[in-house]
């Protein structure tokens, strides 16, 4: 059995062009990204004049070599805080306060009317 070559990614616009994204992006692969990272469109740190600080093998290997998520078995504690002074509080006696009365319960004589009558009673 014969191995294929492998197919181009072409894409088309929506002018009807057809594109090779893999050529544009290795084409592009040195110009700087956008945004406010410092890289190129590769991935390579950049600095000063847009000249390579660090390639994007040696940030993806310095990633993997850090342990992530290990506990550390150092404590680290806390100095702990000095105590308020507490001011002396002063003192006041709470006030009696009167108490009044209750007030008496006093109810309405009933009407022999019932719903709306007994409603309509006083708008007219």
Do not use: C
Not at 54 to 69: L, N
Not at 91 to 112: F, L
């Amino acid at each position: 059995m014969v191995a294929r070559a492998p197919r181009k990614r072409m894409y088309r616009t929506m002018q009807g062009r057809m594109v090779d994204i893999e050529k544009l992006r290795t084409a592009n692969e040195s110009v700087q990204a956008v945004g406010n990272m410092k890289v190129n469109a590769r991935g390579d740190v950049l600095g000063a004049g847009g000249q390579v600080v660090t390639s994007k093998e040696t940030v993806i290997k310095k990633y993997y070599e850090q342990p992530k998520g290990m506990a550390s078995d150092t404590v680290v504690s806390k100095p702990m805080p000095a105590p308020k002074k507490d001011l002396p509080k002063q003192v006041t006696k709470p006030t009696p306060i009167a108490s009044k009365p209750a007030p008496k319960k006093t109810t309405a004589p009933q009407s022999k009317k019932k719903g709306i009558d007994a409603a309509l009673d006083g708008l007219e």
